[in-house]
C-alpha cells in the first residue's frame, strides 16, 4: 500500500470518527410546525417539509452546528390557527425544540406566534405573508417571506403601468387573502383614477361563478387574484368559462404565486394563457450557489422543478443554524440577539433584518421578486415572458392580450 | 335593461345547473338520514370517491371519460355497499347488548369513516389537486346569453336523467318499492315478507353509488383534493331537511331551489352569505313548515 493510499485511509477513518463524534452529540431539536393533513393546505406543507430536509441533509452532512447534529421535529398543524397554537405548545414544553419555523398559512402563524412569544422561543415564519406577523412586533418572531403591503406596492405599480382603472380582486376569505386585498386597495390609493373592490369567497367553495357573472355584463380593465390553490384554479377556469378574464378587455393577474405549484397545470389549462403573475422565484432570475444546490437536490428527490417555497423553508433553517453558529449557543435569547444583528445569505440571496416596528419588523429585507405572463398552455416558468425581476426593470411592452 | 335580463338568464341557468349536482348528492343521502334515519357523516367522501375514481380511471388507466362515469358509480356503490356490511349492519341487527344509542353509534361511526377516508386518499393518492378530463372538450360555448363548459352542459344533461331515473326506480321497480316499505315501518317490512337488511344494503349501495357519481360529473369543474366532499354533504343536509325528510321529489325541488337561491342570493344581497341562504331558508321552512316543503306530518304510536 503506497503512502498516498494510506493517507487516504487515515483521513476517511478521521472524517469517520469526527462524524461519529456528531452524531454521537445531544442533536438540537427544531421544532417544524406544517400541514400535513387537511383542510390546511398539505401542498404546501410538503414543500416546506422537502427544503428544510434538504438543509437539514446538507448541514449534518457538513458537520452539523457547535458539533451536533440537528434533528426536526414535526408537528401538524392541519392549517387550523387552534392546531397551530398546539402545535407550538408541544414542540416547545413536550420536545423542547430551541427554535419553530415552518408556517406557511398566515392565520396559522399568527396564532402560533402568541405562543412562542409566551416561551420567548425564537420563530422563524416561513410563508405568512400577512403585515399581521410583522407589526405585533414580537422580538422573537422573524419572518423569510415576502410581505402583503410589498407586494401590494409591486402590483399596483404594474397595473399601473398597464393603465389599468377598474380593477376587481377575488381574494380568498383567509387572514392572508383578506389582508393581501385590503393592501393592494391601500397601494391603489395613491393612484389617481382607479376603482377598486374585492369579493371574498371562500375557500371551500366550489362554483364561484355568481361572483364572476356580473364582470360579464361590466368588464373591469383587471381582475386579481388573491387566493391560494385549489380553489385559485377553480376561479380561474370559472373566470376563462365565462369569457371574462383573460380577454381583449381584462387583463388576469395572480398575486400569490400560483403558476409554479406543482399541480398548477394539471388543474389550470387554456385559463393560465395570458396570464400574468407576480411570483417570487423564476429560473431566469440571478440567484447564489447555495440555490442551485437545494434545487438540485430538491429535483432528486421529487422529480419536480423547485419553487419559491422550497426556497423559503430553506432559508428559514439556513437562517435559525446560522443564528445559532452567530450565538455559540441555543440559548432563546442569545439567539434572537443573533439573528436581529446578522446579515444573512441564504438560497435566494444575502439580507439584512429590519428593525423598524410596523410590516417590515424583523423581516428580511429585499426578498427578490419577478413578473411574467403565461402564454402557452404547460409552458415551463422559465419559459415564461419575463417582464419584470431583480435586475431587469418592468416593461409592460412586451405583455400582450387575447385577440377577444 | 338588457344586460340585467341576461344577468338573471345566467344566474338562473347556473343556479339549475348547481341545484342539479346538489340533487344527485342530497338523493343518495335521502335515501340514508331521511328513509334508514341513520346519520351519515361519510356521505361527502362518497362524493369524493367518485371523483378520483372517475380522474384516476381516465388519467391512470386511459379509459375512456364515459366509460369513467360507470366505474366512478360502481366504486361508490361498493363502498356504500361495504359500509353497510360492516359498519352499518350492528344497528338494526341485534347488538342492543353493546350499551350504544344507535344514532350515537351511526354518528361515531360515519364520522370516524369520514376522517379515515379523507386521510387516507390523502396518503395513498397525494394532497394535490386533481382535475377530471371533460365528457367533451369543448372549454367554452355560448348558448344563447349563457356561457358555460361543454362539459357542464353534458354533465347536467346526465345528472337530470339520473335523478328521472333514480325517482323512476323508487317509484315502480320491487327494490323501489322495498325501499319504500322499509321506510315507511322497517317491521311492518319485515312482517310482509321483505328482507329489510338486504333493503338497507340496497339504500346504501345506491346512495354511494349516486353520490360517486356526482362527485365524478363535477371532478372536471371542482379541482378534487381528499376534502372535497365536506362542504356538498352540508348542503345535502340541508337539502334533506328542506325537501322534507325521505322526500326524493321534496330533495330533488330543494336541491334546484336552493342552487338557484344562492345564484341569485349572491349577486343581489352579498356573496359573503352565499352559504347561509340554504340554512336562512332551512330556518324558515323550520318554522313555517316543520315538514319540510314535501314532507308529511305523521304520527307514531
Known amino acids: 500500500m503506497g503512502t498516498t493510499a494510506k493517507s487516504r485511509i487515515l483521513v476517511a477513518c478521521g472524517a469517520a470518527l469526527a462524524m461519529s463524534a456528531v452524531f454521537a452529540a445531544e442533536p438540537i431539536k427544531i421544532g417544524i410546525s406544517i400541514t400535513q393533513s387537511p383542510p390546511g393546505s398539505v401542498v404546501q406543507g410538503t414543500q416546506v417539509k422537502d427544503g428544510v430536509e434538504i438543509v437539514k441533509d446538507m448541514v449534518n452532512k457538513a458537520g452539523g452546528v457547535l458539533g451536533r447534529p440537528i434533528e426536526l421535529v414535526y408537528e401538524d398543524d392541519q392549517g387550523i390557527p387552534e392546531k397551530g397554537r398546539a402545535a407550538a405548545e408541544k414542540l416547545i414544553t413536550r420536545d423542547k425544540v430551541v427554535a419553530i419555523t415552518g408556517g406557511h398559512q398566515s392565520s396559522v402563524c399568527l396564532a402560533a406566534i402568541e405562543v412562542a412569544a409566551r416561551y420567548n422561543t425564537p420563530y422563524v415564519n416561513t410563508n405568512c405573508w400577512a403585515d399581521a406577523v410583522r407589526a405585533k412586533g414580537y422580538a422573537n418572531v422573524f419572518s423569510a417571506p415576502i410581505y402583503s403591503s410589498r407586494v401590494a406596492e409591486s402590483v399596483a405599480e404594474t397595473l399601473g403601468k398597464l393603465g389599468a382603472k377598474r380593477i376587481v380582486a377575488f381574494a380568498e376569505n383567509t387572514d392572508y387573502g383578506i389582508g393581501q386585498a385590503k393592501a393592494i386597495g391601500e397601494a391603489l390609493k395613491k393612484m389617481p383614477g382607479v376603482t377598486y373592490r374585492y369579493e371574498t369567497l371562500d375557500r371551500a367553495g366550489k362554483d364561484f361563478t355568481p361572483a364572476i357573472l356580473p364582470l360579464r355584463a361590466d368588464p373591469p380593465d383587471a381582475v386579481l387574484m388573491v387566493m391560494l390553490p385549489p380553489p385559485a384554479y377553480t376561479v380561474m377556469n370559472q373566470l376563462y368559462e365565462q ?38 422565484y423564476h429560473p431566469g432570475m440571478k440567484q447564489p450557489p447555495l440555490a ?95 417582464i419584470e425581476g431583480p435586475g431587469v426593470p418592468l416593461d409592460v411592452k412586451q405583455l400582450k392580450k387575447p385577440a377577444k | 335593461m338588457p344586460g340585467q335580463r341576461v344577468l338573471n338568464i345566467d344566474l338562473f341557468v347556473n343556479g339549475l345547473i348547481m341545484g342539479s349536482f346538489y340533487a344527485l348528492m342530497a338523493i343518495g343521502l335521502t335515501l340514508i338520514f331521511g328513509l334508514l334515519r341513520i346519520v351519515n357523516f361519510a356521505h361527502g367522501e362518497f362524493y369524493m ?17 364515459w366509460l369513467g362515469l360507470p366505474v366512478a358509480f360502481a366504486v361508490g356503490g361498493i363502498v356504500g355497499w361495504l359500509t353497510e356490511r360492516t359498519l352499518m349492519r350492528p344497528l338494526y341487527a341485534g347488538y342492543a347488548s353493546w350499551g350504544l344509542m344507535k344514532d350515537e353509534y351511526a354518528v361515531v361511526v360515519t364520522f370516524a369513516l369520514s376522517l379515515l377516508l379523507i386521510n387516507l386518499v390523502d396518503k395513498v393518492i397525494g394532497p394535490y389537486a386533481v382535475r377530471g378530463p371533460g365528457l367533451v372538450d369543448i372549454p367554452r360555448i355560448a348558448l344563447g346569453p349563457v356561457m358555460l363548459t361543454g362539459h ?124 347561509a341562504f340554504g340554512l ?19 304520527r307514531e304510536v
Open chain 1, 243 to 280: 369569457g371574462v378574464a383573460p380577454s381583449a378587455k381584462t387583463w388576469l393577474y395572480d398575486t400569490s404565486g400560483v403558476a409554479d405549484y406543482p399541480d398548477f397545470w394539471q388543474n389550470v389549462k387554456e385559463a393560465a394563457v395570458d396570464m400574468l403573475n407576480f411570483a417570487l
Open chain 2, 49 to 65: 370517491i367518485g371523483a378520483y375514481a372517475y380522474t384516476l380511471a381516465a388519467l391512470k388507466l386511459g379509459l375512456s371519460v
Open chain 1, 292 to 386: 442551485s444546490e437545494v434545487a438540485q437536490a430538491y429535483k432528486q428527490r421529487t422529480k419536480n422543478e423547485p419553487n419559491r417555497l422550497i426556497f423559503q423553508a430553506a432559508d428559514s433553517l439556513l437562517f435559525i443554524v446560522d443564528a445559532i453558529k452567530q450565538a455559540k449557543s441555543t440559548d432563546p435569547a442569545a439567539m434572537v440577539k443573533a439573528m436581529e444583528s446578522m446579515k444573512f445569505t441564504g438560497t435566494r440571496g444575502t439580507f439584512t433584518i429590519s428593525s423598524k416596528p410596523g410590516n417590515t419588523f424583523h423581516q428580511m429585507m429585499d426578498v427578490p421578486t419577478v413578473t411574467y405572463q403565461i402564454t402557452a398552455v404547460g409552458q415551463p416558468i422559465g419559459q415564461t415572458t419575463l
Open chain 2, 152 to 275: 357542464k352542459l353534458i354533465a347536467t344533461i346526465v345528472a337530470f336523467a339520473m335523478i328521472i331515473a333514480t325517482a323512476l326506480f323508487i317509484r315502480y321497480s320491487l327494490w323501489g318499492r322495498q325501499i319504500r316499505a322499509v321506510a315507511q315501518n322497517r317491521l311492518g317490512a319485515s312482517l310482509a315478507g321483505i328482507d329489510a337488511t338486504k333493503t338497507s344494503s340496497i339504500i346504501f349501495t345506491l346512495s354511494g353509488a349516486l353520490a360517486a357519481l356526482s362527485g365524478a360529473l363535477l371532478a372536471p369543474i371542482i379541482n378534487t383534493t381528499p376534502d372535497v366532499g365536506s362542504f356538498p354533504a352540508i348542503k345535502s343536509y340541508v337539502i334533506v331537511v328542506l325537501g322534507g325528510m325521505g322526500s326524493i321529489p321534496g330533495s330533488i325541488v330543494a336541491s334546484l331551489l336552493l342552487g338557484v337561491l344562492e345564484s341569485f342570493g349572491a349577486v343581489y344581497i352579498s356573496y359573503d352569505y352565499r352559504d
Open chain 2, 280 to 298: 336562512a331558508i332551512l330556518i324558515l321552512v323550520l318554522l313555517l313548515r316543520p315538514q319540510g316543503l314535501f314532507g308529511e306530518k305523521g
